[in-house]
């Protein structure tokens, strides 16, 4: 239970949840929604772990110099499967979205709720919590990203009946039964939206000849990527550097490729949520009959997979309103509930 006292120091710090993605990092305030949304991204000098122009290499700035920087300078997603790669690097990125939202030069620290996939060790979340810690938050407190989706697009959770979230990110894609406030059984998988820009990447490599970067696959997966058969099949321009003659050139993909391409990393996305459904006690799957399976993240956007995973499975499958940012409005509602819903965070004290 919460203190009455840190209660009444929360009436005088601006709170803030925050879902610390592999590929994106979005904070919102109570009260206020999203109010920062920047990839996990952080520009450093190589050899160091000093962040460029004063610290504020960071987000979209670092995003574009991706694959573009000179020798002396390094692009680094700090975050790798949802886990912290780099420690100190992930206090940077941490230090200076926390500053750019908790502009306040007098008060107290934040109070901060970071998502979190399921399946990270107890190392990886004390990870998590001192570096959040050393980024400025007065007290941390850590949420299942499944949990935190579940609550951001509004299913029953703290209800004697199953509901079923499929969160599909960058680095993670985290599938949980839920019921009566807590996780019966969840399934965390290393495979998501990454695994399907590498898949694409080795794909116009094979086909193509053609080396391209990860910004460059992640286009074509939004430009002409599916999940299944396309109405009317597309094709893209696609620009990089000739394994051969190492010398730049273009080729065109088509959406047929793109699908071929991704079919491995969905179903190793099907094939989770099946075993999260064998897993899955009776009388809750007998409820998943009616509710059927929600889907939120970054991922979950591919044209097609909703439809695939319903096939797969034989349950209604419905994509929750703006996925992009369930687990974010998540964090957010539990800023809003932090005492009613402390049972299901953990914290340094835990």
């Known amino acids: 239970m ?19 993605g592999t590929a994106n990092t979005l904070v919102c305030v109570q009260g206020e929604g999203i109010v920062l949304s920047e990839p996990s991204v952080v520009a450093v000098q190589k050899g160091t772990n000093r962040v460029l122009l004063n610290g504020s290499a960071v987000g979209e700035t670092a995003k574009r110099m991706l694959g573009k920087t000179p020798g002396n300078i390094v692009a680094i997603r700090p975050l790798k499967d949802g886990v912290i790669a780099d420690f100190e690097i992930t206090e940077a990125m941490l230090r200076y979205f926390i500053r750019r939202v908790h ?8 109070r901060v709720v970071i998502a979190i996939p399921s399946g990270i060790t107890a190392v990886e979340k004390r990870a998590v919590i001192n570096s959040a810690e050393r980024a400025g938050a007065r007290k941390v407190y850590l949420i299942d990203e499944p949990m935190a989706a579940a609550i951001g697009v509004g299913l029953p959770i ?43 990447t080795y794909t116009l490599k094979k086909n193509h000849n053609l080396l391209i970067g990860e910004q460059t696959a992640e286009k074509i997966k939004i430009a002409i990527g599916s999940a299944a058969p396309l109405q009317q099949e597309m094709r893209l321009e696609v620009r990089g550097r000739d394994v051969a003659s190492a010398l730049p050139r273009k080729a065109v993909v088509s959406s047929e490729e793109v699908r071929e391409a991704l079919q491995e990393p969905i179903t190793s996305i099907v094939t989770a949520i099946k075993r999260t459904l064998e897993n899955t006690a009776p009388e809750l799957a007998a409820d998943l009959v009616e509710q059927g399976i929600v889907l939120a993240g970054g991922g979950v956007l591919l044209r097609g997979l909703a439809e695939v995973i319903s096939a797969s499975v034989d349950l209604p499958v419905r994509v929750a309103d703006d996925p992009l940012t369930a687990v974010a ?10 005492g009613l819903l402390h049972q299901i965070l953990s914290s340094a004290d835990d």
């Open 329 to 338: 409005r998540g964090t957010e509602k539990i800023l809003e509930q932090l």
């Open 158 to 200: 703290t209800d004697p009946s199953g509901s079923l979230i499929v969160d599909i990110g960058g680095g993670t894609t985290e599938v949980a039964v839920i019921s009566l406030a807590g996780i019966v059984h969840a399934e965390s998988i290393r495979v998501a939206g990454d695994e399907m820009d590498q898949a694409i």
């Open 2 to 20: 919460i203190r009455a006292f840190d209660w009444l120091l929360g009436k005088f710090s601006l709170d803030m949840g925050i879902d610390l």
């Open 103 to 110: 502009k306040r030069t007098w008060g107290l620290k934040p």
